[in-house]
């Protein structure tokens, strides 16, 4: 079964970079799917943020593309995401997904962490 | 990209259905069979409800239905029952790998 779970700090001050690190267990995250992160805001919608491929290939939303840099440490079996430059815009609860069930998997989000609340504040 | 457009509320009785729509354009839900739905209940993450249109994931009960004409899908929530009182957010494929959610809806069951 597989699982996720985010961890980072829960304060970020203005103009400072976010990070945030999604531990996966029950599958290999250099072995198959897409790994994601979205987001939603208080009270809001969620918005798709960034996929991750288990090649390494990395697909962005355009709106935040130039702020986000993403890594993985497959020894650790865990992908991290980093958005740089945070407004109070950017307070979030951000959840990690794996991406695995459609055809090429990259369409849906199958599984989901719990979600970790960021909050952007001086 | 735009958030996809859904109506900000439905309600139905137990036992009746409710119908969520998911409006886009060509570039996305027209596009592409790649529509998906989730339910979030409060303070809890998403789940998947139905993937590629009208296909649900181990676990789903059929109860639950996706559809798409045109520009729009839809989801279908037959015999409502009080668990199903939740957000409900569609999701679509928008070309040029990119991903896009809708604006979602909160079902009351009455």
């Known amino acids: 079964q597989v699982q996720l779970q985010e961890s980072g700090p829960g304060l970020v001050k203005p103009s400072e970079t976010l990070s945030l690190t999604c531990a996966v267990s029950?599958?290999?995250?250099?072995?198959?799917?897409?790994w994601g992160w979205i987001r939603q805001s208080p009270g809001k919608g969620l918005e798709w943020i960034v996929s991750?491929?288990?090649?390494?290939?990395?697909y962005y939303n355009p709106s935040l593309k130039r702020r986000i840099t993403t890594s993985r440490d497959t020894s650790k079996n865990q992908f991290s995401l980093n958005l740089s430059s945070v407004t109070a815009a950017d307070t979030a609860i951000y959840y990690c997904?794996?991406?695995?069930?459609?055809?090429?998997?990259?369409?849906?989000?199958?599984?989901w962490g719990q979600g970790a609340l960021v909050t952007v504040s001086s | 990209q735009s958030a996809l457009t859904q109506p900000p509320s439905a309600s139905g009785s137990p036992g009746q259905s409710v119908t969520i729509s998911c409006t886009g354009t060509?570039?996305?839900?027209?596009?592409?069979?790649?529509v998906s739905w989730y339910q979030q209940h409060p303070g809890k993450a998403p789940k998947l409800m139905i993937y590629e249109v009208n296909k649900r994931p181990s676990g789903v009960p059929d109860r639950f239905s996706g559809s798409k004409s045109g520009n729009t899908a839809s989801l279908t929530v037959s015999g409502l029952q009080a668990e199903d009182e939740a957000d409900y957010y569609c999701?679509?494929?928008?070309?040029?790998?990119?991903?896009?959610f809708g604006t979602g809806t909160k079902v009351t069951v009455l």
């Open positions: 029950g599958h290999s995250i250099s072995s198959a799917y897409y």
């Open positions: 999701n679509s494929y928008a070309g040029s790998n990119i991903l896009v």
């Open positions: 991750v491929y288990y090649t390494g290939s990395t």
């Open positions: 060509s570039r996305d839900v027209g596009g592409y069979n790649y």
């Open positions: 997904a794996r991406q695995g069930l459609s055809y090429q998997y990259f369409y849906d989000f199958d599984v």
